[in-house]
Each structure stands twice: as structure tokens, then as C-alpha cells.
């Protein structure tokens, strides 16, 4: 899996759990928050786990 397709995998999860959006943001807010746990996440995993490379050149 590239980093790319965790931090995709990592948003959708985030997005599709209710407990981590709050009623009363707004949508940018709840953007923001997702983007930046699955930023997070995606960071502290690859401190401990190598990524297929995004590009190969041929």
C-alpha cells in the first residue's frame, strides 16, 4: 500500500466514524479535522512501517 492510499483509507474511516464529528461544525471544520487526524496517522505509521513507492520510473 502507497502512503497515498493509507491517508485515503485513513479519511474515509475517520469520515465514516460518527464519534469522531462533532453536531455543531461546520463542513470545512469536520474536513479539517479528518484531514489532519489521517495526517497525523499517516505520519506516525510510517515511522514504523515502509510504503510501496507512489512512482516508479522505468
Do not use: H, W
Amino acid at each position: 500500500m502507497t502512503r497515498t492510499e493509507f491517508y485515503l483509507k485513513a479519511c474515509i474511516a475517520f469520515a465514516g466514524n460518527n464519534k469522531v464529528l462533532a453536531e455543531k461544525l461546520t463542513a470545512a471544520q469536520c474536513i479539517e479535522n479528518i484531514t489532519a487526524l489521517a495526517e497525523a496517522l499517516t505520519l506516525k505509521v510510517e515511522e514504523s512501517a515502509d510504503f510501496d513507492p507512489e512512482y516508479q520510473l522505468p
